[in-house]
């Protein structure tokens, strides 16, 4: 049994056997919504300005979204084993998504909020994955992101350009490209592109096809296009 957060293999007999008892708990929980489970895990997006506020009152501005991940959202529903939009503190923020972040967790927290803030109204509903799908065991309902797209007005590619060679040069030849791959900072560059992860967003779709923005920043303070065909639309979505 691997920890979701950590990616650590569990060995203890008796904390798997609490942790598989606990599961089949959480997926009767979402079972007995029947079709109404896409529309209530739709329902699990955060406000942009409970976001943003959060980010500054436990200065989450530099950890990654895995931090996030392993020491707020699992560290606090460890007793209810839910969804971190579900938590007391979090449900009267919580609302119906009006877009849908995609992203890296081996990248900066306050790069997503920075991405999801820029140009956006603060009532804005923001579904990300970290914080909107159960991060305990049991969640094998929350892989299914295709619903959540096609509910969304928008999708929104928070994609930071990772430092060093894989930014600085074309790697057009391929031994050389599955070379650079395979070295140590070519896996490390890698792990933070959120190409790595995009198969979340990947459904054939019109909500894909029309309204995935690219979202591209150097630095976390000083928001710039990285290049001509970097988009940034976050000030012009198709939602008040």
Sequence with gaps: MVDMGTGQRVTDEEAIAFERARAIEAEAEDAALGDGLSERRVRCALRIDFLVALTFALDLWEWTTREVV?????ASTEEWRCRFSDHPVARKFAGRAQALM???????????????????PMGRYIWICALANRQW???????????IVERCDAVIVANPVPKGR???????????????LASEEGKAALSKLTTSRIWCIGK???Q??????????????????SSASTINLLSSF???
């Design 166 to 180: 894989l930014s600085q040069e074309l790697l057009n030849v391929a031994t050389v490209r599955d070379a650079y």
């Design 137 to 147: 065991a049991g969640n094998a309902a929350d892989i299914d992101f295709a619903s």
């Design 102 to 120: 995609s992203h890296s967790w081996g990248n900066k927290w306050g790069t997503l909020i920075v991405a999801a803030a820029q140009g956006a």
């Design 70 to 74: 392993v020491f707020l959202a699992k």
């Design 238 to 240: 198709p939602f008040p």
């Design 204 to 206: 054939d779709s019109p």
């Design 208 to 225: 894909t096809r029309t309204n995935t923005y690219t979202y591209t920043h150097w630095t976390l303070r000083s928001v710039t296009a």
